[in-house]
């Protein structure tokens, strides 16, 4: 990628420095107010897992931005001959409907990333802490950059330009950094359609029936608009984390457990649909019922 897009698309690139001064502000009242929201081995491991991510990112960047440019110039013509079009511009508007189509693509990116286990194996490593925090918030799993690009290709194909697009993923990163505090009060009006801490804490929570919900980034609409949202229980306090946890702070545990346990569970069956199955299944799936989906446990909660 031309460097001088580099921060352009990547605004991150501008972020991280203030990312970095909020933990420690963050860390700093944690310790002064014992609100013991942070642990030490925690929060290096969150470190040293988002350093990783960050270091992949810049590798993956220019391929990513590749993707997108090879689809956009693929169907020009198709777009110039059906439709009158090469692109939408640059104009403010396209702006403000390219962030809007960003957080759809995300809200499938990342309710997929919950839904298929392998790549589920990719986004625990996300949820992995049992802590909520700002440091969390950077606990970002390595394998996701290799995929996330897929779910934004269609932005392209229709013709939003392929730094505009990179740039809105830039700015759905920066707004969703905000979101892993319990410092931020319920925001009211805000509340109605946009994405807020207070809903990401049920999104964080591993309680049975917090799980699978509020996937979206900077709104709500595409949570409550397909059935996965979800409001904070005052009377039902969020415990965060996953099912099964690594129970390690060594970052190269808590990036490969979950695809060490998906390969233990294809070699243990010798049905090809049941491999297949342990593999783009559900996470939680197995043939004989040994463990359930999260929709299997929710929907045996409100029968019960």
Not at 101 to 120: K, N, P, Q, T
Not at 155 to 179: D, E, K, R, S, W
Not at 189 to 216: A, I
């Amino acid at each position: 990628m031309n460097p001088t897009y580099l921060g352009i698309t990547n605004p991150l690139v501008y972020a991280l420095p203030v990312f970095i001064a909020l933990i420690a502000i963050e860390l700093y009242l944690s310790i002064k107010h014992e609100r013991h929201l942070y642990e030490w081995k925690d929060l290096g491991a969150s470190v040293s897992v988002g350093a990783g991510a960050s270091i992949i990112a810049i590798l993956t960047k220019a391929a990513s931005i590749g993707m997108f440019f090879f689809f956009f110039e693929l169907f020009k013509p198709l777009r110039v001959s059906w439709f009158g079009y090469e692109d939408f511009g640059w104009a403010w508007y396209v702006w403000l409907i390219c962030q809007f189509a960003d957080d759809f693509s995300y809200y499938w990116y990342h309710r997929m990333s919950h839904e298929v286990r392998v790549l589920w194996a990719a986004h625990l490593v996300h949820h992995s802490s049992e802590n909520f925090n700002l440091g969390s918030g950077i606990r970002n799993g390595w394998f996701t950059l290799f995929y996330k690009s897929f779910f934004w290709i269609w932005m392209a194909v229709i013709g939003f330009h392929p730094f505009m697009i990179a740039t809105c993923l830039g700015i759905q990163a920066i707004y969703q950094f905000h979101l892993h505090t319990k410092s931020v009060p319920n925001l009211g009006f805000l509340e109605k359609f946009m994405n807020t801490p207070t809903q990401h804490q049920v999104h964080h929570s591993k309680n049975y029936e917090y799980l699978d919900k509020n996937h979206g980034g900077f709104l709500n609409i595409f949570d409550r608009m397909f059935g996965t949202f979800l409001d904070l229980d005052k009377n039902n306090k969020a415990d965060f984390g996953v099912l099964k946890p690594p129970n390690s702070f060594n970052p190269l545990v808590i990036v490969t457990y979950e695809y060490a346990n998906i390969w233990k569970d294809v070699k243990a069956t010798k049905s090809i649909k049941d491999k297949l199955m342990y593999i783009f299944g559900p996470p939680g799936w197995s043939p004989n019922g040994d463990s359930m989906t999260v929709k299997q446990i929710q929907a045996q909660m409100k029968n019960s």
